[in-house]
């Protein structure tokens, strides 16, 4: 039976000479047409013949064009009554005939029968490079108090049908807030301002952690939640730390079924970034072995209790003596990530770099050894390209998605089940300002618009899903590949009739790609069309998005295409699906 294929690549074509220098020399013969060559590769927008013939060049596979000047009818990407551009691809064998409304030419390549292509790449589909990834690989996470301060934003509806549309997924809420947050089995009124104890520790109250219990349940979403490891000791940290509010709110969670497979929450954290900036190796050792007493007298079956996580690090250092020392009934390792964080004002243009892309797992992998070497499953819970990117531009724009593709495709090689992007959305009341992580969120702080990072997660939940990583490469170092087996859907089933199914998504400096086709693995390649794109707000659909493809034919084949780019270039901060749904 044949396997489907999914590629991923990212690609920056700076290196790549000028498309405009390769077809100047088109020639073109204006009043013609082909009246019998009625087969196109696709349909576009066009300003001029000489614009058509520079999209023809620019796309994989298209040899010759027709431009018309005034389109008779409504085509899928075309209106009636205005400028078309039709790319064609093969051998242009037909005899031309005279039309005042048309202008046709031919590319250079064609007449010594080579067409011109951008990138090669391919995928070995013999077996995979790696395991079957959680179908939760995609996630996302939530500052404790951007959820603890502004409740009703699980109440939103948007919000709401957006992460029902994410699921299956991972919310984890935690971060640096969850270390300065202790629950009460008091239904204060309110949660209490910053701050209300000396050593600043905010109140968390039962209805408000209920709400978000239900907002998982409503939207289909698993519940990763961070517990405080500093209460009772932010003023000496060589006192043990206090286990009250954990033991409660663990109590409280078993009591009101809100435990897996119950309930959503079926992990604990216990503190955030702790070492070894605040609290030495031994310490936490120390803390995760009491906590772990803790669990087993709330939980006589361990089987019905949350799973234990952490030491939720963003430090690599001696996490190999961590692992000896911390109790047997220990279920996987996290760790954090912000690989480009030392960019500051130059993280757009480090962002749109192959090389810089390709190291973005370097500083992580003493983690990942450490737990390999350990026999421990691990965990990516905590990760973006910069985490304090308020000041710095690049990653609520359309460039950020290049990080995000190559660090999913990284990740999933690496054998990690979660990549959990932070985070979910951008805060809507002001607290502690400038002291937590200043990444953006998916959906800004209306939940009305979502930065084009959500449309990616979207389309690799619809296409990849937890299908395991494969080997990948490409004909250039300007691409990076990664690959999986595609998702079966109910359109796309593998078949011993069918040829491999490939989908790729791209990146570079103007769009991302992703592509679900069945040509040979061998042959796949990579094509680019810029167009103007002033369609349907992408944003409107957030709601409920839709994904539709468009249909190419390549080589005698058909490829299914959903293509996701920027409204103009990588600075931009919309997207288009197809070009024809774009955010304004």
């Not at 940290?237 to 409660?248: C, K």
């Not at 389309?459 to 299908?467: C, Q, Y």
């Not at 989908?503 to 693995?521: E, F, G, H, I, K």
Request: charged share 15%; proline share 6%.
């Amino acid at each position: 039976m044949a396997s489907k294929i999914i590629l991923t690549l990212v690609l920056s074509l700076q290196s790549y000479a000028s498309p405009h220098l390769l077809c100047k020399n088109s020639s073109l013969q204006q009043g013609f047409h082909w009246p019998a060559d009625t087969d196109s590769l696709l349909d576009v927008p066009s300003s001029s013949a000489e614009d058509c013939a520079t999209r023809c060049c620019e796309y994989i596979g298209c040899t010759h064009w027709v431009f018309t000047v005034s389109e008779p009818t409504t085509t899928p990407r075309c209106k009636a009554q205005e400028p078309c551009c039709w790319l064609k691809g093969g051998r242009s064998l037909f005899p031309s005939a005279k039309n005042v409304n048309d202008t046709i030419g031919v590319l250079p390549t064609e007449h010594n029968g080579n067409a011109t292509l951008v990138a090669s790449v391919w995928a070995n589909a013999s077996a995979a490079a790696g395991p079957a990834l959680d179908p939760r690989f995609v996630s996302v996470g939530c500052e404790t108090w951007e959820w603890l301060f502004d409740p009703a934003a699980l109440r939103d509806p948007v919000l709401i049908s957006a992460m029902k549309s994410f699921s299956p997924a991972v919310l984890r809420v935690g971060g640096i807030s969850a270390d300065q947050t202790l629950f009460t089995p008091l239904d204060i009124p309110k949660n209490a301002p910053w701050p209300p104890t000396p050593e600043g520790t905010n109140l968390l109250n039962t209805s408000t952690f209920d709400s978000l219990i239900e907002f998982c349940r409503i939207t289909g979403i698993s519940l990763i939640f961070d517990l405080n490891e500093m209460y009772g000791r932010w003023d000496d940290v060589t006192r043990p730390f206090n286990l009250t509010g954990s033991e409660l709110l663990l109590k409280h969670a078993r009591d009101t079924h809100a435990l897996h497979p119950d309930g959503p929450l079926f992990a604990v954290e216990l503190g955030n970034e702790l070492t070894p900036r605040t609290l030495s190796v031994e310490a936490q050792v120390k803390d995760y072995v009491a906590f772990n007493a803790m669990m087993n007298s709330v939980f006589v079956d361990r089987s019905k209790g949350p799973k234990l996580f952490g030491p939720s690090t963003d430090s690599c250092t001696n996490m190999s003596a961590f692992l000896a020392g911390i109790p047997t009934q220990f279920d996987a390792f996290t760790y954090h990530s912000y690989p480009l964080s030392s960019y500051g004002k130059s993280l757009a243009s480090a962002l749109q770099d192959p090389s810089v892309l390709r190291s973005i797992a370097n500083s992580t992998q003493e983690c990942v050894s450490a737990a390999k070497n350990a026999n421990m499953t691990y965990f990516l819970t905590e990760t973006n390209s910069d985490a304090a990117t308020f000041a710095n531009a690049g990653q609520n724009l359309f460039v950020n998605g290049m990080w995000y593709i190559a660090s999913l495709g990284i990740y999933a090689l690496q054998g990690n089940p979660f990549h959990v992007r932070w985070k979910l959305w951008n805060p809507r009341v002001s607290y502690r300002p400038g002291a937590l992580n200043q990444t953006f969120g998916f959906l800004d702080k209306t939940l009305r618009r979502a930065v084009p990072e959500f449309w990616i997660a979207l389309l690799h939940k619809r296409l990849i899903g937890g299908s395991p990583a494969l080997h990948a490469g490409a004909n250039t170092t300007e691409i990076l590949v990664y690959a999986h087996y595609a998702k079966a859907t109910r359109h796309h089933r593998a078949s011993p009739t069918k040829r491999h199914d490939v989908t790729a998504t791209t990146a570079n400096r103007s769009r991302t790609v992703y592509m679900l086709a069945n040509p040979q693995l061998h042959a796949v390649n990579v094509s680019f069309i810029h167009g103007e794109f002033v369609r349907e707000p992408l944003h409107n659909h957030a709601s409920t998005p839709v994904f539709q493809s468009q249909t190419v034919m390549h080589s005698g084949m058909c490829r299914e295409e959903y293509i996701l780019s920027a409204q103009h270039n990588a600075a931009s901060a919309d997207a288009c699906l197809n070009e024809e749904h774009c955010e304004n």
